[in-house]
């Protein structure tokens, strides 16, 4: 257990200088200067004996069972001492911020009012998998308010860190719906599908190829036949962990916006009572949760996924369509979150594709990088530039013919950026759903 002076004893120890500077002109002064500076070691090591054990302070920290990347977590911090009636106990605390961790509030001075006292303080982690939480420190002070003793009270513990789950907030799904124009002219006709539902009065603004015609003539006024949307259908995710996801896009990680993207595709099929499969591949298969209910789905991919990342090898398509497809035949949208960043890391994907239709239908839903677009368009000044554009030129333009080709074999590609990645993934399975294309 360590010592700790307060700032008060530099203080008080400023002070001892005074008769040490008159000591020059005054010999007498000398004994005053000792007598100072014994006094105040004499009070601070009688102070440090009067502190209070850091060890002897009750100490107990609310922590969740997890925690999400990239969202605050309030730790409710309480203590209790024993000291006297109205005496109090002041200190400070300090929790050790691990790597990979942002915080607020991690230090703080308290006071014990009749032993007791509650603080709160807050954790960000910016990456998922497990996060040491850090050790807990207590100093105690004095009753003079010279030294203080600390120790450590709390060892650290570990606790997985999930994916950002605000992004499965009703809300935030209500965001990602209506995120652009054609979502907004979608979002009045979710109620579609193939399966007849009933007949009702026509109203403004419906598709007037569902008037049934014949229903109209027996009661004298149109009526139209309303839909509801089909269940049980199929949705394969493939999120690609290979070395194209690994990096960053406008300051986030491309890795974490696929993830996001198959956290809000799974909750949204879980509202629409559909099945939900995952796999998630790098040069091997890491995860593979075959379909299942997608409320199902939504419980165990948080925890699954907490622990992947994208690594620096090659994402080989084809083991991860054998790998899904081995027990899986059944008609299913197949979502492919990647990012094609050039035509050779494609070929795989393009020929497998192929073979997708008409059986399944696959969506390939990849990132826009708008910094590439712009230093393709660019106006270069200096020989430097001029390369630096041409190469970003030839890049976009073997982007568009990989898009190009896989929407020739009959795939579906979207092409989002960051901010709109999600939300684009969601509408395209909410159109895919709206139309009965499955």
């Not at 120890?13 to 010999?27: Q, Y």
Request: proline residues 5%.
């Amino acid at each position: 257990m360590g010592l700790a002076l307060t700032r008060r004893v530099a203080a008080l120890a400023a002070v001892g200088l005074i008769p040490a500077v008159l000591s020059v002109a005054a010999t007498s002064m000398v004994w005053l200067t000792l007598a100072w500076n014994a006094g105040l070691v004499l009070a601070v090591v009688l102070d440090r004996v009067l502190a209070v054990d850091p060890r002897r302070v009750r100490v107990g920290q609310d922590w969740p069972s997890f925690l999400s990347v990239a969202t605050p977590t309030t730790v409710t911090l309480s203590l209790e001492a024993p000291v006297g009636r109205g005496e109090r106990l002041q200190g400070h605390f300090r929790a050790v911020i691990p790597p990979g961790a942002e915080a607020q509030g991690h230090q703080q001075r308290f006071t014990l009012q009749a032993g007791r006292a509650t603080l709160t303080w807050a954790l960000t982690p910016q990456v998922r998998g497990t996060l040491e939480t850090g050790e807990l420190w207590l100093r105690t002070e004095g009753p003079l308010g010279l030294a203080a003793r600390q120790a450590k009270v709390l060892e650290a513990r570990a606790l997985p860190v999930l994916p950002d789950l605000r992004a499965l907030s009703s809300e935030a799904l209500l965001l990602a719906r209506a995120h652009d124009e054609h979502a907004r002219r979608a979002l009045p006709k979710l109620d579609q599908g193939r399966e007849l539902d009933s007949l009702r009065e026509y109203r403004a603004g419906d598709d007037r190829r569902h008037i049934d015609w014949k229903a109209s003539a027996r009661r004298g006024r149109l009526c139209v036949r309303s839909y509801r949307p089909e269940r049980n259908q199929s949705v394969l995710l493939f999120l690609d962990c290979g070395r194209h996801m690994a990096g960053l896009t406008e300051g986030r990680r491309r890795f974490d916006l696929a993830v996001n993207a198959a956290l809000q595709l799974t909750r949204v099929c879980a509202d629409a009572g559909d099945l939900v499969g995952l796999v998630a591949f790098g040069a091997s298969v890491r995860l593979h949760l075959p379909p299942r209910r997608a409320q199902e789905a939504l419980a165990a991919l948080p925890r699954l996924l907490a622990g992947l990342d994208a690594t620096l090898e090659e994402s080989d398509f084809g083991l991860a369509f054998d790998t899904a497809f081995a027990r899986h035949s059944r008609r299913s949208l197949v979502v492919v979150l990647t990012d094609l960043l050039d035509a050779d890391s494609a070929t795989t994907l393009l020929g497998r594709a192929r073979r997708l239709p008409p059986k399944h239908l696959p969506l390939i839903a990849t990132l826009r990088d708008r910094a590439l677009e712009q230093a393709a368009r660019a106006i270069p000044d200096g020989v430097d530039q001029a390369h630096q554009r041409d190469a970003a030129f030839r890049l976009e333009r073997e982007q568009r013919h990989t898009v190009a080709r896989l929407r020739d074999a009959g795939a579906r590609v979207l092409r989002a950026t960051p901010q709109d990645f999600s939300a684009a993934a969601v509408n395209a399975y909410l159109e895919t759903k709206q139309r009965g294309l499955l």
